[in-house]
């Protein structure tokens, strides 16, 4: 019973597309809106799904933030894998900077781009750690934490 009950769990899975909770997903659905000039919006949003390799679609879920204008998305910032590499999607935009971003029901076109900049990357953290109520208890100091900033195609 528990094998037929882990199976259609898999199948309903796969036939959302998306990811559920930490576990990832296919093509993102939903209608393509173009990017608004003005994300403060996001602000009040907990967590967004990113979709990465266009020529077969992996999507995750994952926090979002702004700073300055821009938009971010961090690797994960306290729990997984310590090393960014070591996450499919991380992966996948290195690859290919292509990616979807959904929000509500909203895919957004864009590109993400590696943020190298140290001043850029430090205030572009604390603004997500602050959208988050981190604190230094809360991260692993042996996690390595990557930033993407996300920008239109």
């Not at 077969?56 to 997984?80: D, K």
């Not at 979807?100 to 205030?123: F, H, P």
């Not at 953290?125 to 996690?143: C, G, N, Q, T, V």
Request: aromatic fraction near 6%.
């Amino acid at each position: 019973m528990r094998a037929v009950l882990s199976v259609l769990f898999v199948l309903a899975l796969s036939a959302c597309g998306g990811p559920v909770g930490p576990i990832s997903g296919s093509a993102l659905s939903g209608a393509v809106e173009p990017a608004p000039a003005d994300w403060s919006f996001i602000e009040d949003v907990e967590q967004v799904q990113l979709e990465t390799n266009p020529a077969a679609p992996h999507s995750v879920n994952t926090w979002i933030g702004t700073n300055a204008g821009a938009l971010y998305v961090p690797t994960s910032m306290i729990r997984g894998p310590k090393l960014p590499t070591e996450r499919e999607w991380v992966r996948n935009v290195e690859a290919d900077e292509r990616v979807r971003l959904r929000i509500d029901d909203a895919i957004y076109e864009l590109r993400a781009v590696r943020v190298i900049d140290d001043t850029e990357a430090a205030t572009a953290r604390a603004a997500l750690e602050k959208k988050y109520a981190l604190d230094a208890s809360d991260m692993d100091p042996e996690r390595e934490i990557w930033l993407f900033r996300l920008t239109p195609r």
